[in-house]
């Protein structure tokens, strides 16, 4: 699972300096999770994602935002609290989810967001 930072952020996510409006600069569709190390909630979501990035490996990417280290990325989505989800499909904008979701809910998220076929 990798660590983005801003730099890393703008080329394989969304490179908001140059675009206004929202455009996905990835291969895959990913998650990326807002957190921060003293959180207790992103702890118990950390092994979750871990598993998810096994499972779903060459589907999708899961990348983590430290939101202590990377304040800018932080402010771009208005995140008020941690951790915070953002499911990012291929096409289409992106869905903020707030709280330690259970693993049956990124699931679903990742199915009805992230790999359904576009219509």
Not at 28 to 40: M, N, R, T, V
Not at 76 to 96: A, W
Request: aromatic letters at 10%; one cysteine or more.
């Amino acid at each position: 699972m990798e660590h983005l930072t801003l730099d890393t952020f703008k080329q394989k996510v969304f490179d908001f300096e140059k675009n206004k409006e929202w455009k996905f600069e990835g291969e895959l569709p990913c998650i990326i999770d807002f957190y921060a190390d003293w959180c207790g909630p992103c702890k118990m979501v950390a092994p979750v994602l871990e598993e998810l990035s096994k499972e779903y490996e060459g589907k999708i990417n899961i990348y983590k935002v430290d939101t202590e280290k990377e304040q800018e990325l932080a402010a771009v989505f208005g995140i008020r609290s941690i951790p915070s989800i953002l499911f990012v499909p291929q096409n289409g904008p992106p869905q903020m989810a707030m709280g330690a979701l259970p693993k049956d809910s990124f699931v679903q998220a990742i199915n009805d967001v992230l790999l359904k076929p576009a219509e």
